[in-house]
């Protein structure tokens, strides 16, 4: 029979990319939570900030907030909406350790999608970079030639990402949307994660249960190597070449 840890490890895996809100906020540290944050109050809030896409799990104050438990009373980081031409959001071919497959980008032309930018200080930077796998799951990378629409009317070119280092995973040689991340234009298959879950049980473990083959991947960090290792084999390369690693 499950445990109640077990449970609580498989609901986690399966509510990414987690509940986000409907608008831009601070999270503030030492319990203070989130605050709503004003489109008016975005510019000043985020100076001197470094502008990361969330694609996935970034975009939620749960995640946040496992991120960075050692944030200050007087620290915040603001979330803002904002809209990404030629973008989706998609699923990375690996699985994270806490058993959900990810997030990454892809170009998609004709698509916008609806992410959220975290404003981050560089001080900040080395949390997130541990917390994204940097160097093994993902690279942190710079991208140009954007058009990156902000809620307060603002347009970035450019800005920073977190890009799956083994590409996208593939049905059918394409990308695979998130479908609980709003786009318009889309042309990528969208599933949720339960869905996107049982795709690949049913390619790397058929006839294994979905609850178990999640706990596998969480539990045993050799068994989940080798199945992103598995994924990975008909990936979908990022395809943006305006992107430059950054290194250090």
């Not at 319990?31 to 100076?47: K, Q």
Request: glycine share 8%.
């Amino acid at each position: 029979m499950e445990s109640g840890s077990d449970t609580v490890l498989l609901n986690s895996a399966l509510a990414y990319p987690y509940t986000a809100p409907n608008h831009c906020y601070l999270y503030r540290g030492n319990g203070a939570g989130v605050r709503p944050l004003d489109v008016a109050e975005i510019a000043a809030a985020t100076r001197g900030l470094v502008p990361i896409l969330a694609s996935g799990s970034n975009r939620a104050p749960e995640r946040i907030a496992a991120k960075f438990p050692s944030l200050g009373p007087t620290d915040a980081i603001p979330v803002t909406r904002c809209r990404l031409h030629g973008f989706d959001a998609v699923y990375s071919a690996h699985f994270a350790r806490y058993g959900a497959i990810a997030a990454t980008l892809q170009a998609s032309p004709g698509t916008v999608v609806e992410l959220a930018v975290t404003w981050l200080s560089e001080a900040q930077l080395p949390a997130m970079h541990v917390s994204e796998a940097r160097g093994v799951n993902y690279d942190y990378a710079r991208l140009s030639g954007l058009r990156i629409e902000l809620a307060d009317g603002a347009v970035l070119e450019e800005a920073h990402a977190y890009i799956g280092r083994r590409g996208c995973l593939a049905l059918e040689g394409a990308a695979i949307a998130l479908a609980e991340i709003p786009a318009r234009g889309r042309h990528f298959t969208a599933l949720d994660q339960r869905a996107v879950q049982t795709l690949a049980r049913d390619r790397l473990a058929p006839g294994a249960g979905l609850e178990s083959f999640i706990e596998e991947n969480i539990r045993t960090a050799e068994t989940r190597l080798a199945r992103t290792e598995a994924l990975a084999e008909d990936a979908v390369p990022f395809a943006w070449p305006a992107m430059t690693v950054v290194v250090g």
